[in-house]
C-alpha cells in the first residue's frame, strides 16, 4: 500500500505561517505530480498548490506570493510553506500525490493524506 502522512497544521494568527508536510511511503515506483489541497467549511475543495516531478509549480491565485510548494524526491515528500496566512485560509489541507505503484498491479493511481488542519484567527 502507499500511505501518504502529513503534518503541520495548527492555529495560528493572522500574519503567521506554518509549514505542512507530506511523506509517502509505501512500494513506489516513481511520483509525478504532488500537489496541496484544501477544503474550508461549506465550500469545495480547491487546488492550493501543485509541483512536477521537474519541479514546475501553479498556485490557485488566492494564494500567490504567499505560499511556496516544494518536494525533496529522496523523500518522497512535499511541503507547503504558509505565510502572511488569512483568516480565510482557514481550512482542512490534504496532500495529493500521483505515482507509479512498486507492486503489481504496476499503474498509474493516486493517494490522499489524511488531512492537517489549519486555523488562523483574526
Known amino acids: 500500500q502507499v500511505q501518504l502522512v502529513e503534518s503541520g497544521g495548527g492555529l495560528v494568527q493572522a500574519g503567521g505561517s506554518l509549514r505542512l508536510s507530506c511523506a509517502a511511503s509505501?512500494?513506489?515506483?516513481?511520483?509525478?505530480?504532488m500537489g496541496w489541497y484544501r477544503q474550508a467549511p461549506g465550500k469545495q475543495r480547491e487546488l492550493v498548490a501543485a509541483?512536477?516531478?521537474?519541479?514546475?509549480?501553479n498556485y490557485a491565485d488566492s494564494v500567490k506570493g504567499r505560499f511556496t510548494i516544494s518536494r525533496d524526491n529522496a523523500k518522497n515528500t512535499v511541503y507547503l510553506q504558509m505565510n502572511s496566512l488569512e483568516p480565510e485560509d482557514t481550512a482542512v489541507y490534504y496532500c495529493?500525490?500521483?505515482?507509479?505503484?512498486?507492486?503489481?498491479?504496476?499503474?498509474?493511481?493516486?493517494?490522499w493524506g489524511q488531512g492537517t488542519v489549519v486555523t488562523v484567527s483574526s
Open positions: 495529493k500525490v500521483d505515482f507509479v505503484a512498486g507492486s503489481w498491479p504496476k499503474r498509474a493511481s493516486d493517494a
Open positions: 509505501g512500494r513506489i515506483f516513481a511520483i509525478g505530480v
Open positions: 509541483i512536477s516531478s521537474a519541479g514546475t509549480t
